[in-house]
């Protein structure tokens, strides 16, 4: 299976400040990379697809680039509803697999 | 609005069943692929198992091969998975989600809200 290796596990950040987290897979998996969010006690939700592609509804402070083994997810000015816990995840091959998540904290 | 809604969780005690279902609305569910990711409390998320629109190709985890038995009834809008020899580290919230992959592979735009399933004697 790939494992996908996310950094940091959490980080504290202020509301203003730009935010930017890693996603490494363990083998090259073309742009087939998500970007989720999820708060407590939610579902996650579709943030990026295709590595760079924002879902519809996303706001354009969200970004994300990379392919082959090494990707970010990047907020460019974080406000107070983005305070959640992010994945990653590939989808070029089965099984799909997940980062372990980042939490974003409120500094 | 396209939705997607979870059922069936429960307590149950280790090496019984239980059957989860996923009910769709908004959008025509027999077009689209569909899958179970789970989430043990506190953990991470772990894709589960994964069914084809017409059923005819389906993937599981290693973790569940063998006890698990995901199917869907494209009449009836629904998902299911059926879940033998359940085990402690089984609990999880259970979401159903949509992959919208037609032709090259898709993230998983559309979930559930969750079913949670405790197993514990």
């Known amino acids: 299976a790939i494992r996908m290796t996310q950094s940091p596990s959490s980080l504290s950040a202020s509301t203003g400040d730009r935010v930017t987290i890693t996603c490494r897979a363990s083998?090259?998996?073309?742009?087939?990379l998500a970007w989720y969010q999820q708060k407590p006690g939610k579902a996650p939700k579709l943030l990026i697809y295709?590595?760079?592609t924002l879902q519809s509804g996303v706001p354009s402070r969200f970004s994300g680039s990379g392919s082959g083994t090494d990707f970010t997810l990047t907020i460019s000015c974080l406000q107070s509803e983005d305070f959640a816990t992010y994945y990653c995840?590939?989808?070029?091959?089965?099984?799909?697999?997940f980062g372990q998540g980042t939490e974003v904290e409120i500094k | 609005e396209v939705q997607l809604v979870e059922s069936g969780g429960g307590l149950v005690q280790p090496g019984g069943s239980l059957r989860l279902s996923c009910t769709a609305s908004g959008f025509t569910f027999s077009s689209y692929s569909m899958n179970w990711v789970r989430q043990a409390p506190g953990k991470g998320l772990e894709w589960v198992s994964y069914?084809?629109?017409?059923?005819?190709?389906?993937k599981d985890a290693d973790s569940v091969t063998g006890r698990f038995t995901i199917s869907r009834d494209n009449a009836k809008n629904s998902l299911y998975l059926q879940m033998n020899s359940l085990r402690v580290e089984d609990t999880a919230v259970y979401y159903c989600?949509?992959?919208?992959?037609?032709?090259?592979?898709?993230?998983?735009?559309?979930w559930g809200q969750g079913t949670m399933v405790t197993v514990s004697s």
């Open positions: 069914i084809s629109s017409t059923s005819n190709n389906i």
């Open positions: 989600a949509r992959d919208p992959a037609a032709f090259n592979p898709a993230a998983f735009d559309i």
């Open positions: 995840q590939q989808y070029y091959t089965y099984p799909r697999t």
């Open positions: 083998q090259a998996i073309s742009s087939y």
């Open positions: 295709a590595a760079s």
